[in-house]
């Protein structure tokens, strides 16, 4: 009897710990309903938002563009009228002028006839000498109306029915963005960002890329990268802290940006690839991750090895080359199992590197396949994975080791891919370069 209630206890306890666990994952399935609905409520609110605020500056705009060029045609019909107006102003004056001399000359006329016969002959004498001098045969031209300008507005319907065209057709509404991103990769130091179109039916031309801190009170978006490729790395982020990444486009043939992609969260655990400090022969930048050959006086060629072996199997070790200097077959960049300060080049035992005139290194000897030659601006990238640990043997230590590693060396557009033996089980290493001389600039990450 005191089985079976231990057995229902037991039971009960299981399915009161299986309901609490049903009610959190119902309650979590909540808050995602909710900032679901939250989403979408805000998204359209700012829709409208900008819509409103769109048209009423369209509105604002063309009545200001019509005000305008109702202006300029009022004032076109104002110079007009006042050009023709003038002309018929002054044969007006000229005709009201010979109105009032003929008056005149009538009124002298009938006073000399009225005369008695002693002034008679002087008073039409003078009046005869004065109708002479008016011109009465002399008339000024009046112009025919065809002559006149008639003033008239040319005014149709097609600015309306391209109006009604480019509004029918301007502006649209989407339920999401055309491009979205589709993952974030966590990387020394930074972020690689990868986006994809949702919409296949958007021709993109262009993609923007933004990112900002997590929680940085409205902090604006910095940009991070414009350009046609699908991926960017962001690098000089603080390990452990939330950053959050958009993604836009811009259509081929167009001039405005889509509306950017839904901010996603993403973070590094990663600390940033650095130099060592106080190697002979080299200037470190600020954040140690860019490395310069300063000092050929003396033919020794200092291996620069980074901080600590912070390169990890499963990682993409990238090193770009942005100045160069004269070549010599002993330079090169790659990785390490160790840090040894006194070897004078990656070409030995225990490393695997690139030389700046392609040749792949294996533990210090020089394999047959070759990549392309090292120049400003390449990029040179190491990608390994442990691929097997065989039993120790005499037969596995004459071949370099009991511990296979699968590397891949991509320079361009080509890649090299060996197995490196090595003795000892690890995934960690140490990445470096080594110059002869000066000028050369290295940056990893």
């Given at each position: 009897m005191a089985m079976e209630v231990d057995l229902l206890l037991q039971e009960a306890k299981e399915s009161i710990e299986a309901a609490q666990n049903y009610r959190s994952e119902l309650q979590q399935r909540l808050h995602g309903l909710n900032q679901a609905r939250k989403q979408v409520r805000g998204s359209s609110g700012q829709a409208r938002e900008t819509l409103r605020r769109h048209f009423a500056e369209l509105q604002a705009a063309a009545a200001r563009l019509l005000?305008?060029?109702?202006?300029?045609?009022?004032?076109?019909?104002?110079?007009?009228?006042?050009?023709?107006?003038?002309?018929?102003?002054?044969?007006?004056?000229?005709?009201?002028?010979?109105?009032?001399?003929?008056?005149?000359?009538?009124?002298?006329?009938?006073?000399?006839?009225?005369?008695?016969?002693?002034?008679?002959?002087?008073?039409?004498?003078?009046?005869?000498?004065?109708?002479?001098?008016?011109?009465?045969?002399?008339?000024?031209?009046?112009?025919?109306?065809?002559?006149?300008?008639?003033?008239?507005?040319?005014?149709?319907?097609?600015?309306?029915?391209?109006?009604?065209?480019?509004?029918?057709?301007?502006?649209?509404?989407?339920?999401?963005p055309p491009v979205q991103i589709e993952e974030l990769q966590e990387r020394p130091g930074g972020i690689l960002v990868r986006w994809c179109k949702v919409d296949e039916d958007f021709a993109a031309a262009e993609f923007r890329l933004q990112y900002r801190r997590s929680g940085s009170g409205g902090s604006q978006y910095e940009e991070a990268f414009k350009g046609r490729d699908s991926e960017f790395l962001v690098l000089h982020l603080d390990p452990h802290t939330d950053y959050l990444f958009r993604v836009c486009a811009r259509g081929e043939g167009r001039t405005e940006w889509s509306p950017w992609s839904i901010p996603q969260t993403g973070y590094t655990t990663l600390a940033p690839h650095e130099w060592r400090s106080g190697t002979e022969g080299y200037i470190l930048s600020s954040r140690k991750n860019i490395a310069l050959r300063n000092d050929s006086a003396h033919?020794?060629?200092?291996?620069?090895?980074?901080?600590?072996?912070?390169?990890?199997?499963?990682?993409?070790?990238?090193?770009?080359?942005?100045?160069a200097g004269p070549v010599d077959r002993r330079d090169s960049v790659g990785v390490s199992i160790d840090g040894k300060t006194e070897e004078e080049s990656l070409q030995r035992d225990g490393a695997v590197c690139i030389s700046t005139n392609g040749a792949v290194f294996v533990n210090g000897k020089e394999m047959t396949n070759q990549l392309p030659a090292v120049t400003v601006g390449s990029a040179i990238t190491f990608d390994?994975?442990?691929?097997?640990?065989?039993?120790?043997?005499?037969?596995?230590?004459?071949?370099?080791?009991?511990?296979?590693?699968?590397?891949?060396?991509?320079?361009?557009?080509?890649?090299?891919?060996?197995?490196?033996?090595?003795?000892?089980?690890t995934d960690c290493f140490f990445f470096g370069c080594s110059f002869v001389h000066s000028g050369w600039k290295v940056l990893v990450f």
């Amino acid at each position: 009897m005191a089985m079976e209630v231990d057995l229902l206890l037991q039971e009960a306890k299981e399915s009161i710990e299986a309901a609490q666990n049903y009610r959190s994952e119902l309650q979590q399935r909540l808050h995602g309903l909710n900032q679901a609905r939250k989403q979408v409520r805000g998204s359209s609110g700012q829709a409208r938002e900008t819509l409103r605020r769109h048209f009423a500056e369209l509105q604002a705009a063309a009545a200001r563009l019509l005000a305008e060029r109702l202006g300029v045609l009022m004032a076109e019909v104002d110079a007009i009228e006042a050009d023709s107006i003038k002309p018929l102003d002054d044969c007006q004056s000229l005709i009201e002028h010979g109105v009032g001399q003929a008056d005149e000359l009538l009124r002298e006329g009938e006073a000399a006839l009225r005369t008695s016969l002693d002034e008679k002959e002087d008073k039409l004498g003078s009046f005869t000498k004065k109708a002479l001098q008016i011109q009465l045969d002399s008339l000024p031209e009046v112009p025919a109306l065809v002559d006149v300008p008639c003033v008239s507005a040319q005014l149709d319907d097609s600015l309306l029915s391209l109006f009604r065209d480019g509004v029918s057709r301007h502006g649209a509404v989407s339920s999401h963005p055309p491009v979205q991103i589709e993952e974030l990769q966590e990387r020394p130091g930074g972020i690689l960002v990868r986006w994809c179109k949702v919409d296949e039916d958007f021709a993109a031309a262009e993609f923007r890329l933004q990112y900002r801190r997590s929680g940085s009170g409205g902090s604006q978006y910095e940009e991070a990268f414009k350009g046609r490729d699908s991926e960017f790395l962001v690098l000089h982020l603080d390990p452990h802290t939330d950053y959050l990444f958009r993604v836009c486009a811009r259509g081929e043939g167009r001039t405005e940006w889509s509306p950017w992609s839904i901010p996603q969260t993403g973070y590094t655990t990663l600390a940033p690839h650095e130099w060592r400090s106080g190697t002979e022969g080299y200037i470190l930048s600020s954040r140690k991750n860019i490395a310069l050959r300063n000092d050929s006086a003396h033919s020794r060629c200092p291996v620069l090895y980074s901080s600590g072996p912070t390169y990890y199997c499963g990682q993409t070790l990238t090193f770009r080359i942005m100045a160069a200097g004269p070549v010599d077959r002993r330079d090169s960049v790659g990785v390490s199992i160790d840090g040894k300060t006194e070897e004078e080049s990656l070409q030995r035992d225990g490393a695997v590197c690139i030389s700046t005139n392609g040749a792949v290194f294996v533990n210090g000897k020089e394999m047959t396949n070759q990549l392309p030659a090292v120049t400003v601006g390449s990029a040179i990238t190491f990608d390994m994975e442990v691929v097997t640990l065989f039993p120790v043997s005499n037969n596995n230590l004459s071949e370099g080791g009991n511990f296979k590693l699968r590397v891949t060396i991509g320079s361009g557009n080509r890649e090299v891919v060996f197995d490196w033996m090595v003795e000892q089980p690890t995934d960690c290493f140490f990445f470096g370069c080594s110059f002869v001389h000066s000028g050369w600039k290295v940056l990893v990450f």
